[in-house]
């Protein structure tokens, strides 16, 4: 008999296991990455918690001195991978990428604990001051001027990499003539036409350059860097994650961390105020650079406000609206840039397709706010294009096809959390 899909979700996790973390595919990402790490461990969660834990414990070993959390840990050499730690050259042990991810953490483990026993609560515990320290270093290093608002220094520091979101900030990039030569290997591995352009690829490693060349000073690079730029995703991750944190410090009765969490909670809110976009009605990315340029189309990202607990009651509303809009376009939702915008390609990564952890986090914001039938919509579309099409990384919003890597880690960790009904804990 065929093995079920849930057999075959929990297959993918062992295959990807490399011993304590998992690579989110074989081949085209060898190392652990940051948020990836996170999905991961609720995928673990519906079988094996004792492994879940292992898979937040190993994020934190790539922890620096300053307290981030960066988005790959690279802790082996495979050339099959660019850019490696050659490249980065972070001067950490082990070695990692030079900058963050969404920080999904917080609300994973908040989750764990809450539906756990005293081992949970101990491993959380264990971990906390680690945890907080990658908060403060959000707030302190991404938004040295308290406005509440978090930048980011790299489209790869958003997760959504090839977003049209980012083009404003990386249109302005300037490529040095020392750049130098170097090989790509993603598109060894995937199609071109699903990847980034080479210009773009010039740019990303432009920032690198000057992250590297610096020392990767991180007040410097959010001051004087090549790119900065207020991102939906991080910025509604984090302010989700912070209330997640603030429940886990009332729990270990952690005075210090409470004042420092509720100061942070405090400041999001009107931060988040600053994405607003009349014209696209709706939260979006904003260059915080130049002129503070704001991107022109609503995201998967941007429908993350619920589950921030951003935005007035006329914003929720009006995204709403929004959302059904984008729901009676594609058949499959919710794609990650608007289908109704020129920019939008159905197959080219974060340019189109939908990716099934993100709905997930979607909709759990969605329900928290009686949204119960867009909720619902978005769990039932992620079910069907697993099932149709198998596991794969990013899938087609108009057909279901699947796109990217196969058997992917964060896919079969979400419909595991998706067939044991792991909600993210509830908002505060
Ligand atoms: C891509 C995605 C990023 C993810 C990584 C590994 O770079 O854009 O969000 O963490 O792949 O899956």
New binding site residues.
């Given amino acids: 008999m065929a093995p079920s899909l849930s057999e075959h979700a929990i297959a993918i996790l062992h295959a990807n296991d490399r011993g304590g973390y998992t690579v ?2 074989k081949g085209l ?1 060898p190392y652990q ?4 790490s996170a999905f991961a461990a609720l995928g673990f969660a519906a079988f094996d918690r004792n492994r879940a834990w292992r898979e937040i414990e190993t994020l934190f070993e790539g922890q620096w001195d300053d307290g981030m959390v960066p ?1 790959i840990i690279f802790r082996n050499h495979d050339p099959s991978y660019f850019p490696g730690p050659d490249v980065w050259q972070s001067d950490t042990v082990p070695q990692t990428s030079g900058h963050s ?1 969404p920080p999904v953490a917080a609300t994973v483990m908040r989750w764990l604990v809450e539906t756990g026993d005293r081992d949970d609560d101990k491993r959380a515990h264990d971990l906390f001051e680690r945890l907080l320290a990658w908060h403060d270093w959000w707030h302190r290093y991404r938004d040295p001027d308290g406005t509440g608002l978090v930048g980011i220094v790299h489209p ?1 520091e ?5 977003c049209p979101d980012w083009d404003i900030g990386m249109n302005r990039i300037t490529v040095p003539d020392d750049l130098g030569e170097y090989h790509r290997r993603d598109t060894d591995w995937v199609d071109p036409s699903e990847r980034p352009t080479k210009i773009t690829y010039d740019r990303y490693l432009t920032i690198v350059k000057f992250g590297r060349e610096c020392g990767w000073d991180h007040e410097k690079i959010t001051r004087d860097g090549p790119f900065l730029m207020a991102d939906p995703c991080v910025q509604f991750v984090l302010m989700r994650a912070d209330r997640d944190l603030l429940k886990l410090a009332e729990r270990f009765e952690h005075g210090r961390a409470m004042k420092m969490i509720r100061e942070w909670i405090a400041r999001d809110f009107d931060g988040a105020q600053a994405m607003w976009s009349d014209e696209a009605r709706g939260f979006v990315a904003v260059d915080l650079r130049n002129g503070g340029y704001k991107s022109t189309a609503i995201t998967n990202a941007s429908m993350l406000a619920w589950y921030a607990g951003a935005g007035t009651r006329e914003q929720r509303d009006e995204m709403a609206d929004q959302a059904r809009a984008i729901f009676d376009i594609c058949q499959f939702a919710f794609p990650s840039w608007d289908p109704r915008h020129d920019s939008f390609e159905s197959r080219r ?2 340019r189109g397709p939908v990716w099934n952890m993100m709905n997930w986090m979607i909709a759990s914001g969605l329900d928290m706010n009686g949204h119960r039938d867009l909720a619902m919509r978005l769990r039932h579309d992620c079910r069907k294009l697993v099932a149709q099409s198998g596991f794969f ?1 990013y899938f087609d919003p108009l057909t279901g096809e699947g796109l990217g ?1 196969p058997e ?3 896919t079969a960790a979400i419909h595991l959390a998706l067939e044991h009904e792991f909600g993210a804990a509830a908002a505060a």
Avoid: A, K
């Fill in positions: 989110p595919t990402y990455w940051n948020w990836d988005h991810q790869w958003s997760g959504r990499d090839n990564y974060w990384e890597g992917f880690t964060w």
